[in-house]
């Protein structure tokens, strides 16, 4: 008897001892899922107290786009020290269009022929540096800050669809230019945006020179589409990986493109800290149709590098369907083709233009 007695207690404890070991199991298993759900919480309120906090996007208080009086000072503060390095002579204007106050540097001769930039996203007219030296000897620049993205134009309007961009620079180019035809320039969004007004307005433009154009001819690579939403991540560490990866070869090249490449990313993480958020119409692939109906002469640049898309194939699909295009891979870069091949980007747009 005794013997199964302890065999029986030998039974009990070992089943004891299982439940034991799965309570602690199941324990340890709660705790860390509890931890991780803490941690989720913890990263969205910092997310969200990071970008999404402040007053709200259409409120127009004395501070208005900004998030606060002192972001505000900051912010122009330092953009008002980054824009007196301009390289040339310059004249500064605000444009006033229904969707708000429009700014734009101006140099150049006045009687020039005109020629408007338009920035890529996260930036402002100072991301035209490299090249405004160049471009003004021969033209009459309008360097215009984004009316929806970080610099000194004020939008008073929400502008969430491609028309209400296509609209704004409508009207801006005919304020700026009532009597001439402009031609027109824009990098990486700004690009989309021109290719967009060539099948708007084609009666407003000379030439069009898309410069790596977000989206527009295909879509974003997955690889991208990963990296930019990291981006948003609210600290400057994920910002600067981002650009790095996008402007791989300036980032490689030499010291100055290093160094300009930095300044954009202290620029972009002090607009992504001093601005309301808001979210800006996407650049989309403009489709066979669209293409086709651009009328103008156009001349689209991309690296050989680029990241956004294949440049072969995009540089393919535009010379198919554009009906008087001139399509030009730069080697040796990538999204950064203005600042690490400036002079073979130059000379291509000069030469475009007709001004050698």
């Given at each position: 008897m005794s013997g199964k007695n302890n065999l029986n207690e030998s039974k009990t404890s070992n089943k004891k001892n299982i439940w034991r070991i799965i309570w602690k199991i199941t324990r340890y298993f709660l705790y860390t899922l509890g931890g991780i759900f803490t941690l989720v919480i913890l990263f969205a309120l910092w997310i969200y107290f990071s970008i999404f906090s402040g007053p709200a996007l259409m409120e127009m208080n004395e501070y208005h786009p900004f998030r606060s009086q002192e972001k505000k000072e900051i912010y122009l503060e330092h953009y008002e020290s980054q824009l007196k390095e301009w390289p040339v002579a310059y004249k500064d204007e605000y444009i006033d269009t229904k969707y708000g106050r429009t700014f734009v540097r101006i140099s150049g001769e006045g009687d020039a022929p005109p020629l408007v930039l338009l920035p890529g996203a996260a930036s402002n007219v100072l991301i035209w540096e490299p090249v405004i030296k160049e471009l003004s000897e021969h033209y009459k620049v309008y360097a215009v800050d984004n009316i929806y993205d970080f610099g000194k134009s004020i939008y008073t309007r929400e502008m969430t669809k491609t028309i209400h961009m296509t609209e704004w620079l409508d009207e801006l180019s005919k304020i700026l230019e009532p009597e001439r035809k402009i031609n027109l320039l824009g990098l990486?969004?700004?690009?989309?945006?021109?290719?967009?007004?060539?099948?708007?307005?084609p009666g407003k433009l000379n030439k069009v020179i898309l410069m790596a154009p977000a989206a527009t001819v295909f879509n974003f690579t997955p690889e991208f589409i990963k990296t930019m939403i990291i981006s948003i991540i609210p600290h400057k560490y994920f910002l600067r990986s981002s650009v790095y990866w996008s402007l791989e070869?300036?980032?490689?090249?030499?010291?100055?493109?290093?160094?300009?490449?930095?300044?954009?990313?202290?620029?972009?993480?002090?607009?992504?800290?001093?601005?309301?958020?808001?979210?800006?119409?996407?650049?989309?692939?403009?489709?066979?149709?669209?293409?086709?109906?651009?009328?103008?002469?156009?001349?689209?640049?991309?690296?050989?590098?680029?990241?956004?898309?294949?440049?072969?194939?995009?540089?393919?699909?535009?010379?198919?369907?554009?009906?008087?295009?001139?399509?030009?891979?730069i080697p040796g870069c990538g999204h950064d083709l203005w600042i690490v091949q400036k002079e073979k980007v130059i000379a291509k747009i000069l030469e475009f233009l007709g001004k050698n």
């Amino acid at each position: 008897m005794s013997g199964k007695n302890n065999l029986n207690e030998s039974k009990t404890s070992n089943k004891k001892n299982i439940w034991r070991i799965i309570w602690k199991i199941t324990r340890y298993f709660l705790y860390t899922l509890g931890g991780i759900f803490t941690l989720v919480i913890l990263f969205a309120l910092w997310i969200y107290f990071s970008i999404f906090s402040g007053p709200a996007l259409m409120e127009m208080n004395e501070y208005h786009p900004f998030r606060s009086q002192e972001k505000k000072e900051i912010y122009l503060e330092h953009y008002e020290s980054q824009l007196k390095e301009w390289p040339v002579a310059y004249k500064d204007e605000y444009i006033d269009t229904k969707y708000g106050r429009t700014f734009v540097r101006i140099s150049g001769e006045g009687d020039a022929p005109p020629l408007v930039l338009l920035p890529g996203a996260a930036s402002n007219v100072l991301i035209w540096e490299p090249v405004i030296k160049e471009l003004s000897e021969h033209y009459k620049v309008y360097a215009v800050d984004n009316i929806y993205d970080f610099g000194k134009s004020i939008y008073t309007r929400e502008m969430t669809k491609t028309i209400h961009m296509t609209e704004w620079l409508d009207e801006l180019s005919k304020i700026l230019e009532p009597e001439r035809k402009i031609n027109l320039l824009g990098l990486s969004y700004g690009g989309w945006v021109c290719a967009e007004y060539s099948a708007y307005a084609p009666g407003k433009l000379n030439k069009v020179i898309l410069m790596a154009p977000a989206a527009t001819v295909f879509n974003f690579t997955p690889e991208f589409i990963k990296t930019m939403i990291i981006s948003i991540i609210p600290h400057k560490y994920f910002l600067r990986s981002s650009v790095y990866w996008s402007l791989e070869d300036a980032v490689n090249g030499d010291s100055l493109s290093l160094a300009f490449v930095d300044k954009h990313i202290e620029n972009a993480w002090l607009g992504l800290r001093s601005f309301k958020f808001k979210q800006p119409p996407p650049p989309l692939v403009l489709s066979d149709e669209k293409l086709r109906s651009v009328s103008v002469p156009v001349l689209f640049l991309v690296g050989e590098n680029e990241k956004l898309y294949p440049a072969e194939s995009a540089a393919k699909r535009m010379s198919e369907l554009v009906p008087d295009i001139q399509t030009e891979i730069i080697p040796g870069c990538g999204h950064d083709l203005w600042i690490v091949q400036k002079e073979k980007v130059i000379a291509k747009i000069l030469e475009f233009l007709g001004k050698n």
